[in-house]
């Protein structure tokens, strides 16, 4: 009905997503639930091109009537969009499609009962605590989610999906002479069922992240102003991969279309298949297509198939992630299919599927033990990158230096900073084993703000010469 | 049915159906957005959004939340129905007490325009074109601009099992412009923003000019050698830093969890004893005013920093009983999809006025920088109030009381204790801007330190 109306009203493409989102967050506080909440939300949201122009309106009113309104004001505002328009909106090709998509669950997390979820989370309390003795607060959280998309295109395409994400994260933050640390944990989020919660024991990586938080109280602050090898693994860099490669391949970023608020990208479209982003051990790609990658899905909001397409390839940039508009703009036959929305009520934008360095040959293992002088860091706890996604710095939790291929002492404190091309063409190591998605849950883009859901590839991975410990004398 | 009507019905079903307390708020959110760049609109979007959040109480202090995206019978009651099944399953919150008991609201005006509401898409259209074409006419080296215009309507109400009921409606409108002048490498970059209640007070012409004039003259950006300058900060940066000083300090939450940079500093003079903040979410100088906050506790005047002494930390309900105390009324009201913000926060600062013009404060710089912004800034030491993050838009090198050059943009990583801490002078009500954080002066700091560069 609403794409006929859209039709009706002067639209030359159309489409209707219609949304059912369900979220359950069970959160525990030192011991005692604090946030025991569930939320359920449907909508839809309409997109029409109108003499060229694109229009966009949504509402949580899923009546016929209200879809007669959003379509009206949809064609409205794409009127009125016409009064400063580039010209025709162009779209890439996709295959019209007829299809159905499930994320492959064994174990439903929206119906696990709350008893069997609360005693994990106290369990990871009380075994922090086991292992604590200045622990001043604790945070165990377990959340799911279950997204239903109906997807249909003036086109013809019609798509629904069922996407189903779960995992969890715990912390502990320790205090001993006015000197706070804290030490964090996870179950990775990925798209996949309870099964993913079940095969961590959260309770031991309580106890193995509080054995590190109180070893972080007797340790000295990392080394500043010092240019060493750095070290990164796990979640902190599917993060440092997320904000350099990830945000800065968005083709809406590097036309311009983000400056207002997440900024643009130094990699411009002159440098596609000629700038060394990395050395030639780094390939990075986008890969909606991986098993349980917290980006995973079968279409993307435009009914553009689930794809993996190489972005960085043997050190070269070669592509970008794209839309069906953004793609057209470029020239590229078809898009990436990075189109996504974090509610009906909001229009799709490029955003990132699972954002994967890809292996190298190395044992993880033998990384360190082939480090003289080196610094090994985990645990996220600051981040920030410039507008065209050059210049950043980090800081994590816990750092490890090591000296001859050995763990020689943690430092507390320890922060890095660079310029991405240097950093990634600095790569001289990457690890074969021990290869996973981190999920994260927190990416955020757009305006109206949008949240989204994304995954990072990676392992063990060696960067040479960084520079260390920018917080310099405070 | 009225939204407040709404919410006391759903109480009333909470406590039949067995609730020892229930808190119910519901709101409906209508936003509409033009968003343009390089000279052209590329997004134009607008949403009805609403929602009805849900709290519960059973055997005194086991607490259960839902929330539903539907104002439909059907669906609050199963949403209540999750509530209560959830609070049952929990465990006892030892640290929850009750919630707050109702106290005498007094209504507001002021805070909902009319115009804004019924502000309608071809207006904005025509808004950001009177921008674009402002920005291009100013000068022939300015090459586009970007940005948005924005207005929302929201309307709440908040009721609970005690008696407390509030409900209001209000409007913020925003006008965002980014504009670039001169070639790739010397490009410079202006940045202006005005929000009001009342969009008819966002006059396009005069921000747009604002922004081209920043671009024309930070265009050929020269790098700057990293250390300490002294830094005229615009409002738009000191609310950068009135963000940081609730989140990594006033709030009572975080001082409770022993992480607060205030621990041991309360009374003391931490601070430059020119800087005096006020939060009052009923002073209509600040962006979103309102009569009560997050919990329908009614909002009053909270002295934060007197004469550079911090005075006072931010409570709701919760974190107060914890200390035997009165909230102050600053629990969070969370509507929409926001992210996520689970603490009390100042969010009506107003920052004293000083006597300085912008002209003055540039003329009293010896060696310093002007800070048109920051952007992507995080904490790196709670404790310390350390935080890094880059410049934006317009920065320049200031010499000996006068404007040399532009500067390339940098990454800066300072205590914000340290900044504020010494402050050469704050400005006048002519330098005054309504900000997401609070109302503020541009301030000059005697010292800031800058860490390291990018290559733009």
Request: charged share 30%.
């Amino acid at each position: 009905m609403g794409l006929e109306l859209a039709s009706k009203l002067g639209a030359t493409y159309a489409d209707i997503r219609f949304v059912e989102d369900e979220r359950r967050i069970v959160r525990v506080k030192n011991g005692s639930p604090e946030r025991l909440s569930h939320s359920i939300g449907s909508g839809f949201g309409v997109r029409v091109i109108v003499e060229g122009s694109w229009g966009f309106a949504g509402s949580r009113d899923v009546t016929p009537d209200s879809v007669r309104k959003t379509v009206e004001m949809a064609v409205k505002i794409a009127r009125a969009s016409a009064l400063k328009s580039r010209g025709e909106v162009r779209l890439a090709d996709t295959p019209v499609v007829r299809d159905t998509y499930e994320t492959r669950v064994r174990k439903d997390p929206l119906k696990v009962p709350l008893e069997e979820i609360l005693d994990i989370l106290i369990s990871a309390d009380e075994a922090f605590r086991e292992k604590s003795s200045h622990v001043r607060t604790t945070t165990n959280s377990i959340e799911a989610r279950r997204e239903e998309k109906y997807i249909a295109t003036s086109e013809g395409s019609r798509i629904r999906q069922r996407i189903v994400y779960c995992g969890g994260s715990g912390q502990g933050i320790v205090l001993k002479n006015g000197l706070p640390q804290r030490r964090s944990y996870q179950i990775n989020f990925r798209t996949m069922g309870y099964e993913n919660v079940e095969e961590v024991d959260l309770a031991e990586r309580a106890r193995e992240a509080a054995v590190e938080a109180e070893a972080l109280l007797e340790a000295r602050t990392c080394p500043t102003e010092i240019r060493t090898d750095l070290i990164l693994d796990g979640a902190h860099l599917g993060l440092q991969i997320h904000e350099t490669i990830g945000h800065g391949s968005e083709l809406d970023r590097v036309l311009g279309t983000e400056v207002d608020l997440a900024g643009m990208s130094f990699l411009t479209l002159d440098k596609r298949g000629k700038f060394r982003y990395g050395s030639e051990l780094v390939n990075f790609v986008a890969d909606a297509t991986a098993e349980g990658g917290l980006g995973t899905f079968g279409y993307d909001d435009e009914g553009v198939p689930a794809k993996k397409v190489y972005l960085v390839k043997e050190g070269i940039l070669v592509g970008y992630q794209s839309s069906r508009e953004t793609a057209a703009e470029i020239g590229d036959e078809e898009s990436s299919g990075a189109m996504r929305a974090d509610s009906p009520l909001h229009l799709p934008l490029v955003r990132m599927t699972n954002i994967n360095l890809l292996p190298g040959n190395w044992k993880s293992d033998e990384i360190i033990e082939e480090t003289r002088e080196g610094i090994l860091m985990r645990g996220t706890k600051m981040w920030s990158i410039d507008q065209m996604r050059l210049n950043f710095q980090f800081g994590t939790e816990i750092g490890w230096l090591i000296k001859n291929g050995e763990i020689a002492e943690v430092v507390r404190d320890p922060t890095y900073t660079g310029i991405s091309y240097e950093f990634w063409g600095s790569v001289d190591a990457i690890a074969k084993d021990g290869w996973t998605i981190y999920g994260i849950t927190g990416c955020g883009k757009g305006k109206p703000g949008q949240v989204m859901y994304v995954g990072h590839g990676c392992s063990r991975t060696r960067i040479k010469n960084v520079r260390v410990g920018v917080t310099g004398r405070l | 049915m009225s939204l407040l009507e709404l919410a006391k019905k759903t109480v009333d079903r909470a406590v039949k159906e067995g609730a020892y307390q229930a808190e119910v708020k519901v709101y409906s959110l209508r936003e509409a957005l033009t968003r343009y760049t390089k000279n052209v609109i590329h997004q134009n979007v607008a949403s009805q959004d609403y929602g009805v959040s849900l709290k519960v109480v059973v055997e005194r202090n086991k607490v259960g939340m839902t929330s539903v995206n539907s104002l439909e019978e059907e669906a609050i009651q199963e949403g209540l129905r999750r509530a209560l099944k959830i609070a049952k399953v929990s465990k006892p919150d030892p640290d929850f007490k009750t919630l707050p008991e109702p106290k005498a609201i007094t209504p507001l005006r002021g805070i909902y325009y009319k115009e804004t509401a019924e502000y309608t898409p071809e207006e904005m259209a025509e808004g950001v074109k009177r921008v674009i074409e402002t920005a291009k006419d100013y000068d022939k080296n300015v090459r586009w601009s970007a940005g948005s215009f924005t207005t929302t309507v929201v309307g709440l109400a908040i009721t609970n099992s005690l008696g407390v009921e509030a409900e209001s409606k209000h409007t913020v409108a925003s006008l965002e412009v980014i504009t670039k002048a001169g070639p790739t490498g010397q490009e410079g970059s202006g940045y202006r923003v005005k929000r009001s209640r009342n969009v008819k007070e966002i006059d396009p012409g005069a921000v747009a000019l604002d922004a081209a004039r920043d671009a024309v003259e930070s265009m050929n950006p020269k790098r700057i050698p990293l250390g300490e300058y002294e830094a005229v900060l615009r409002p738009e940066a000191v609310s950068t830093f009135l963000g940081f000083l609730g989140r990594l300090g006033f709030s009572a939450r975080v001082y409770q969890e022993e992480r607060s940079f205030l621990r041991g500093k309360m009374g003391t003079q931490l601070f430059d004893e020119k800087l005096t903040i006020w939060d009052n979410g009923r002073d209509l100088r600040t962006l979103t005013p309102s009569a009560f906050d997050g919990e329908g506790v009614p909002k009053r005047g909270l002295m934060l920093v007197n004469g550079g002494v911090p005075e006072n930390l931010c409570y709701d309900t919760y974190t107060a009983l914890k200390e035997g105390k009165e909230s102050t009324g600053h629990a969070i009201m969370r509507f929409g999809r926001a992210f996520f913000i689970d603490m009390p926060l100042p969010v009506n600062q107003v920052v004293s006025p000083g006597d300085a013009s912008m002209d003055e404060l540039v003329e009293e710089t010896k060696r310093g920088v002007l800070i048109t912004r920051f952007w992507y800034v995080n904490p790196i030491r709670w404790d310390l109030a350390v935080i890094s993050g880059m410049t934006s838009d317009g920065i320049w090198l200031i010499e000996n009381g006068e404007i040399k050059h532009a500067s390339q943009q940098m990454r800066f990583t300072d205590s914000v204790l340290r900044a504020l801490g010494n402050i050469d002078a704050i400005g006048d009500e002519s330098t005054v801007e309504k900000t997401t954080n609070g109302t503020t002066p541009a301030i000059k700091v005697h010292r800031f330190r800058f860490t390291g560069h990018t290559e733009f």
